[in-house]
């Protein structure tokens, strides 16, 4: 009987000392196991953090490849609608019944216009401007030919031109000689009536005075 007992003790302390050195190495290994833990958690959250970013980028590219893409589709869609109304002029212009009408010449991107005075001035100026050169070229190449572009252009005369001044005949041109000497003599003869203090003046050296009574046109005594 005390043999017994004394092999239960025996078998209930090996059981025990299994037991304690079982739980010593569990104990180990469950410390071993936290700080693997521990261990894994920090790198379980970097990774996390890695792949949140990547996620973020990847957003972000997403985004701009939308924004893009709605970007091509809009200017695809405003060439689209040019094409149907240059195709379809008979279509009329369909806008939003908000919309006003506005003139076209007085839009804020509208070129400056001119008046009707200075387009006139402008191109009064130009024509000038393309005359003088033409002389001016005329004038320093007296080498050039004269050019026409009419086939059938032929030569005039200088003097019958349209513009030329109207010429007068020899029998004018005598009558008009004498009318002037006449208009001379006489001018002359009211000044010597004016002013008999002046005295006569030849540039004969010559000459030699006369009787006034003895003279030709004098009335007979």
Same mark, same amino acid.
């Given at each position: 009987?005390?043999?017994?007992? =004394?092999?239960?003790?025996?078998? =209930? ?32 959250? !970097?990774? !996390?953090? @890695? ?5 973020? $980028? ?25 094409? #149907?109304?240059?195709?379809? /002029? ?23 216009q001119e008046t009707f005075e200075e387009a006139e ?5 130009? !024509? ?8 001016? #070229? ?5 080498? #050039?030919?004269?050019?026409? =572009? ?12 349209? @513009? ?14 004498? #009318? ?21 003046? !030849?540039?004969? /050296? ?7 009574? $003895? ?7």
């Amino acid at each position: 009987m005390g043999n017994q007992q =004394s092999s239960v003790v025996d078998r =209930s302390e090996q059981t025990l000392g299994i037991v304690g050195s079982r739980g010593l190495k569990m104990q180990k290994e469950a410390e071993e196991a936290h700080i693997v833990g521990v261990e894994e958690i920090d790198l379980t959250e !970097t990774d !996390t953090d @890695s792949v949140s970013d990547e996620d973020e $980028n990847h957003e972000e590219e997403e985004d701009e490849d939308l924004t893009e893409r709605l970007r091509i589709l809009e200017d695809t869609r405003q060439l689209k609608q040019l094409a #149907i109304a240059f195709l379809h /002029p008979e279509r009329p212009v369909e806008v939003d019944s908000t919309f006003c009408a506005r003139c076209y010449f007085d839009r804020f991107s509208a070129p400056q216009q001119e008046t009707f005075e200075e387009a006139e001035e402008r191109h009064m100026a130009l !024509t000038d401007a393309a005359a003088l050169k033409r002389l001016a #070229i005329d004038y320093a190449h007296p080498e #050039i030919g004269v050019e026409t =572009s009419d086939s059938v252009a032929c030569a005039r005369c200088y003097f019958d031109r349209d @513009s030329a001044p109207k010429q007068e005949s020899m029998e004018d041109a005598e009558e008009r000689h004498l #009318i002037l000497e006449d208009v001379k003599h006489l001018r002359r003869a009211a000044f010597d009536y004016m002013h008999p203090e002046v005295g006569v003046v !030849t540039s004969d /050296p010559t000459a030699t005075a006369r009787c006034f009574f $003895n003279r030709a046109s004098a009335a007979e005594q």
